[in-house]
């Protein structure tokens, strides 16, 4: 079992920068791939983000392409996501997950992952 807890939203200027990090639980951490999505008011959840186990790749919608970046530290069981250059339309509830699966496309097509936090809220002003 992998609980995860994001934290770091909050309500920013567009323009503006946030930095959200999820805290996974248990020791097997550093065997899952980790990933961001997000799911706006009155929209479907959609991928954001995704890093390997190890760290070495990473993988983005064209959306955030650019001005977002994935990472993680597996010493300590969190994966970040920077958020620079936020837009109104970045205003979403953000969600970490866990999965065992490697590939980035079923991350970007497939939301039926193993593991999700509970969410973090993000809120980009005009």
């Known amino acids: 079992q992998v609980q995860l807890v994001e934290s770091g939203g909050g309500l920013v200027q567009a323009g503006g920068s946030l930095r959200l990090s999820c805290a996974a639980s248990?020791?097997?951490?550093?065997?899952?791939?980790m990933g961001w999505f997000r799911q706006a008011p009155g929209k479907e959840r959609e991928f954001v983000a995704a890093?390997?186990?190890?760290?070495?790749?990473?993988y983005y919608a064209d959306s955030v392409k650019g001005r977002f970046t994935i990472s993680r530290d597996n010493a300590k069981n969190t994966v970040y996501l920077q958020m620079n250059s936020l837009k109104p339309e970045d205003t979403a509830v953000y969600y970490c997950?866990?999965?065992?699966?490697?590939?980035?496309?079923?991350?970007?097509?497939?939301?039926?992952?193993?593991?999700w936090g509970k969410g973090a809220l993000v809120t980009v002003s005009s």
């Open positions: 890093i390997s186990s190890s760290g070495s790749s990473t």
């Open positions: 997950a866990a999965d065992s699966q490697s590939n980035f496309w079923y991350w970007e097509n497939n939301y039926a992952m193993n593991y």
């Open positions: 248990g020791r097997t951490f550093s065997t899952y791939t």
